[in-house]
C-alpha cells in the first residue's frame, strides 16, 4: 500500500507531522480522524521521495543500542503497571532521533485505534527485524508482552556484544593497513619522483626499483588512476550484484567456509547464531517450525539457509531436524548429536543454548588470537613495504655521495 505524509492538529491542539500508510489519500485523512488527530494536509509519497527518503535513512540509520534501549526501556514501563500507548507516548517524547519518534508516534496512534502492536510495528522493518515482530506476536498472544520484550532486548544486546568484539578486533589492523597505503601513495608522489629528477639531471642513471617506484607514481597521478578506480568501481558493484543473487551468494558462502583459517571461525559464527535465534525464539512460546521459519531468514548463510529450510520441511513431515542440519556441513557431526539429542529429550532449548555459548566462547578465544597474530603481522608487512621504498629512495642519493666523493 502507498505510504502518505501528513500535516495534522493533534489532540492537544499542536501541529503534528508523520506518515501513514493507506489505500488512498482518503482512507488516509479517516485513519488520521479516528485517531482523533485532524489533517490539514495529506499528499502521498513519491517514488523519487521514497528514495530519498531512503538515502536519508541510510545517512542517519537509528543505532542497534537505540532500539536495544527503546525495547528495555518498554519493558520496564510495561512490567511497571503503564499501559503500551501511554509508554509508547513516553518513549517518543525522550528519543532524539526524528525518524525513529515519527514512527514511535505512528504506532501509538494506530494501537489506539485498536490495531495490535504486531501489526503497528510490521510497516518499520528499519527497525525492527523478523525476529522482533515474531515474538512481540507471541508475547501479544500469550499475554506476555513485556517478557517478551525483555527475552528480546537481551536478545539482541548479546548479538550486538558479540557483533561488536569482532569489530573491535578490526579496529587496529585496518588503521595499520590504511597509514601504509597513505605512506606509500605520499612517497611514491610526492617524494620519489622529486629525487628521481634530480638525479636524472645530474646525468645519474636511476636504479630499477626506484625507476618501477616512479613509474608507479606517474601512474597515480595521471588520469590512467581513473581508469583505475572506474575498473575497481565497476567490478565491485557488478560482484556485489552477483552476490545478491542465489548462486552467488552460495558461492560466496561456499568460498568463506572453505577459507583455512578463517572459514572454521565463520562457520562457528553461523552455528552460533542458529543455535542462539532458535533457542530464544523457542522459549519465548514460538512453534518449531515457525522458529525455523524466521531463523532461515535472518541466519546469514545461503548454505544454512538452506539446511534450516530443509530441516522445517522434515519437522511438517513429522521427521527429526539433526539430520539436513549434519547434511549440510555447515554444522559438525558432533553438535548434530547434540541437536539430536536435545530433541529427543525434550530438552532442545536448553541444548541449543549451551552450544551457542560455547561456540561464542571457542569464537571469542580465536579471535582474540588472531587479533594477536594478525596485528605483528600487519606491521611486519607494512615496515618491509614502507623499508622498500626507503630504500629506493635513499639508494641513489647515495650513489651521487659515492661519486661526489
Known sequence: MPRYSYTAINTEGKKDKGTIIAESAYAARKQLRVRGIHPTDVAEISSSTEERAALLSFLSRTKKTQIIDFTK???T???S???LTEALSVLSMQTTDHRFKNALVDMRDRVVTGESFTDAIKDYTDFFDVIYISMVRVGEVTGSLANSLTTVGNFMEKRYRVESKIITAMIYPIVLIL??????IVLTIAVIPKIGKQIEEAGQQLPWITRQLMNVGYVLTSLWVVVVIAVIVGSFLAIKK??????????RDKFLLSLPIFGPLIKQRVVARFASTLSTLLGSGLSMAESLRVVSEVTGNSIMKTAVQKARERILAGADI??????????????AHMVAVGEKSGELETMLKNISENLESS????????????EPLIIIIMAAIVGTIAYATI??????SAIKF
Open 73 to 75: 526501556q518498554l519493558a
Open 363 to 374: 569464537t571469542d578465544i580465536v579471535i582474540e588470537r588472531l587479533s594477536a597474530a594478525i
Open 322 to 335: 539433526a539430520t539436513p542440519l549434519r547434511d549440510s556441513g555447515v554444522i559438525s557431526p558432533a553438535i
Open 242 to 251: 552477483f552476490l545478491r543473487t542465489q548462486r552467488g551468494s552460495y558461492l
Open 179 to 184: 597509514f601504509c597505503i597513505a605512506a606509500i
Open 81 to 83: 503497571g503503564i499501559k
Open 77 to 79: 514501563l510495561l512490567n
Open 395 to 400: 639508494l641513489p642519493i647515495l650513489k651521487i
